[in-house]
């Protein structure tokens, strides 16, 4: 029954920020998953007779991976398979499977914030027994067994039923088959005061969830409309294979339709969105959208009022990037804050070891200890949370946040499918520019930014070039590592306004200076062909 099948390694199988991610039609060729999948489990050891969670965010081809993925932890010697009904699990609803259950670890089937569909992009990711994706030094031995693989271990056995909750023998593995939504709705009400959220409801208070036609449409219909007794709360609410033609990618382009709704003068007073993976959120409220950076330093500054973290946080974390309003909460409440590369994986360490209990990404990514991933639907209640206790809108908890701290006006401009040379070209340039900037302009300094894990002391470069300014002001540079097509620039501006009258500018004005400074250093126009950038954010 069991059979190994013969094959060659495929160029490019390298994770980037976040696993493998390819356009379908890469997925589509003979053995390319299954190269992949039989890599991860080359690269771990001692996993025989233990559990595996695998599901995945329902995108088109998910149906497929899910049934070779469990035939193939079948042949591995995987003595459980759990697997989200219908081959689902968000991925923060994953990570909390694993940790749950003390699996082994798990597969997540997923291109996030990518677009779906037969020509959009799939993509898979392993996690570790914490919950987390996979630190650098797995996922270099995973490229590694790519490059040499020559066969794959599976099973010759029919598609199983995934649609139904319960055990299947395949082989000599167990196969249980789980309801996606039960434990992780179980897990926010652990941590949440959903009896004061349930009370803001009721008083009238109208929110409106856009799942974008991707995977958090059944974990927000149940808490939001079911627990909370919020109907009509949820939009686009349905799983689908191409995301009902939505990049599910919840910022205000994307999310345009949303937004357009809560920035409305009679909107409701609440809106949020999340991705194709349910890892994102995006948190704006009537006539204020909240910056994922300022998001991060509120829910810092306010997390005691949720029951999980009311005798206060360890610590906050945020990748490089994302604003320093963070760091100003941290330093108030008298806890540490780290700065980290791009990518949940570095978070991982930090609240393994209880160092950071918060931490956030300028990307649309917030989340905390319960899990091992960023967490949108976490973030959504966290945000219900605040406003449930403190019975302000979101503008006067985002105002008198700015009044308290100042505020870390911030953009990110990004360049879509750039020519993956020119691209390279324009990092390659800067960075060789790097010495002669240092005291033009009031830039104090300017590196490539690495990192050294301050608990394992595992050390990372080239995550990103930085120009920090005298009085605080950043602008960065980075090649994007989840796209799949050309490159993606992405040039990252902040500025500190400390004086509150400052604080009501509109933000690409407040940093058009800074944005100027930052096409120039670069010289992005005749670097990569772009006269503006395809998204802002
Ligand atoms: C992007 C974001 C990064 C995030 C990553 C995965 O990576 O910038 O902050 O962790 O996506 O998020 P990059 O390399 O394209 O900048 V998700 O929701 O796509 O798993
Ligand atoms: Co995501």
Known sequence: ??????????????????????????????????????????????????????????????????????????ANGFGKVIVGQGGLLSTPAASHLIRKRGAFGGIILSASHNPGGPDGDF????????????????TDAIFAKTKVISTYKTLEADDIDINTVGVIKL????????????????????????????????????????????????????????????????????????????HPDPNLVHAKELCDLVLSPNGPAFGAASDGDGDRNLIIGRGMYVTPSDSLAIIAANAQLAPAYSKGIAGVARSMPTSCAADLVAKKLGVPSFETPTGWKFFGNLLDAAMATVCGEESFGTGSNHVREKDGVWAVLMWLNILAKRRETVEQIVKSHWREYGRNFYTRHDYEEVDLARANGLMTRLRGSLPGLVGKGGIVKADDFSYR?????????????????????????????????????????????????????????????????????????????????????
Do not use: C, W
């Open 1 to 74: 029954m069991f059979e190994l099948v013969a094959t060659k390694p495929f160029d490019g199988q390298k994770p980037g920020t976040s696993g493998l991610r390819k356009k379908v039609t890469v997925f589509q060729q003979p053995h390319y998953a299954e190269n992949f999948i039989q890599s991860i489990f080359d690269s771990l050891e001692g996993f025989v007779g233990k559990s595996l969670v695998i599901g995945g965010d329902g995108r088109y081809y998910n149906a497929h991976v899910v049934q070779l993925a469990i035939r193939m932890a079948a």
């Open 123 to 138: 993509g898979i990711k392993y996690n570790a027994g914490n919950g987390g994706p996979a630190p650098e030094k797995i």
């Open 171 to 246: 082989a000599n593995t167990e196969v249980e088959v789980v309801d996606p939504v039960a434990d992780y709705a179980a897990l926010m009400q652990s941590l949440f005061d959903f009896d004061a959220i349930a009370d803001l409801f009721k008083s009238g208070f109208k929110m409106k969830f856009d799942g974008m036609g991707a995977i958090t449409g059944p974990y927000a219909t149940r808490i939001f409309e079911g627990i909370f007794g919020a109907a009509g709360t949820v939009m686009n609410g349905t799983p689908l294979p191409d995301f009902g033609g939505h």
């Open 453 to 537: 894990d301050p608990v394992d002391n595992s050390f990372t470069e080239g995550q990103g070039i930085r120009l920090i300014y005298d009085n605080g002001s950043r602008i960065i540079y980075r090649l994007s590592g989840t796209g799949t097509a050309g490159a993606t620039l992405r040039v990252y501006i902040e500025k500190y306004e400390a004086d509150a009258a400052k604080h009501a500018q509109e933000t690409q004005s407040a940093l058009a200076q800074l944005i100027t400074q930052a096409n120039g250093i670069a010289d992005i126009e005749a670097q990569t062909g772009r006269a503006a950038p395809t998204v802002i954010t």
